[in-house]
């Protein structure tokens, strides 16, 4: 099979398109003929080697895919040949989904519904369920409740939109473009501001008359945490999905407001709360949730996949790899 392999940490010039051995399927998993996989910032990450969680090399990328059953182990019992599936393997799984197959557990596969492309399933698997896990269990989101999603437009804070829709809340949503700001209203955003704007903080905390916001899910928390804290209302809920940096903050405004800020990692749910989440993404989906996909590459153009999501802050949704190319 066709796969990217990295067999040393470094910049995108380590993901190398290579012709490696099909997978060997254990009892437990299925074998899946992948027709596309996503491109996440974290595998960036890992490839550079400053992830907490890192593969042994080498390696194969990714975390999401989409394909079709070509072969089940002895003990899977919930697929069979044929089915349409999208994956999520670990950050730092050996054999990842930059591939045209992948072997995985049955517990890591999903069901794609029919109204979905396989794009679709590749980029709904980890981000859907980033999404679920701030809204539930984290920041514990009530109806009625106001919102901000702080740089909605990637592949995560478009599904956060659309849930924090579906579950009744007031959505604000920020972007840093005007074609950003006309997709996120597209999607339901409520309010819509431009983080680039320097009054933008002032006008989110007209729409709450000055009460603050109930809960924010923050992207990019060295450039935005300080603004979030000015803006935060009282006991309100701060969720940390992405980071670049460091960050200075006054904690007296959390003393104050009895704040709360706390951060996640999708390798921290539990077994309970994926089954949980799954559940309620599939009926998301049902009820016309989609995941936005931004733009697609070749398998063998990995490496400008990787380089384009970190370089492209303003890119809409998922970036996605065609995996079927022979």
């Not at 995985?104 to 590749?122: F, I, N, R, V």
């Not at 990637?154 to 599904?159: D, E, I, K, Y």
Request: net charge negative; charged share 20%; glycine share 10%.
């Amino acid at each position: 099979m066709k796969a990217i392999e990295v067999s040393e940490f470094g910049n995108s010039n380590v993901l190398k398109y290579k012709e490696l051995k099909d997978p060997v399927m254990k009892d437990d998993e299925i074998y899946v003929a992948l027709k596309a996989a996503a491109v996440n910032p974290v595998e960036t990450y890992v490839r550079q080697g400053t992830y907490a969680q890192l593969p042994s090399l080498p390696y194969i990328p990714g975390k999401d895919g989409a394909g079709i059953v070509k072969a089940v182990g002895k003990r899977v019992k919930n697929f069979k040949v044929g089915d349409r599936v999208f994956v999520t393997v670990d950050s730092d799984a050996q054999f990842g989904t930059y591939a045209q197959a992948i072997t995985c557990k049955a517990t890591e596969a999903t069901l794609l519904p029919d109204s979905m492309t396989y794009s679709q399933g590749a980029a709904v698997g980890s981000s859907g369920l980033t999404a679920l896990y701030a809204l539930k269990q984290k920041a514990a989101l009530k109806s009625g409740e106001y919102i901000l999603v702080h740089g909605a437009t990637g592949g995560v804070g478009t599904l956060v939109l659309q849930f924090a829709k579906l579950y009744g809340a007031k959505v604000i949503a920020t972007a840093g473009s005007e074609n950003g700001l006309e997709i996120l209203k597209k999607l339901g955003a409520d309010y819509v501001f431009n983080h680039h704007a320097e009054e933008y903080i002032k006008e989110i905390q007209d729409v709450t008359k000055n009460h603050g916001l109930d809960v924010i899910i923050e992207m990019l928390a060295n450039v935005n945490l300080q603004k979030d804290l000015e803006v935060i209302g009282n006991n309100g809920r701060i969720v940390i999905i992405g980071n670049r940096g460091e960050v200075t903050i006054n904690p007296r405004v959390l003393m104050m407001k009895g704040a709360h800020i706390t951060g996640l990692m999708l390798a921290n749910i539990t077994p309970e709360e994926v089954e949980e989440n799954t559940q309620l993404l599939l009926q998301g989906l049902s009820e016309g949730v989609k995941p936005v996909i931004d733009k697609v590459f070749p398998l063998e153009q990995a490496a400008r996949a990787q380089d384009y999501i970190m370089e492209n802050k303003g890119s809409m949704g998922k970036i996605i790899l065609d995996t079927t190319a022979e």
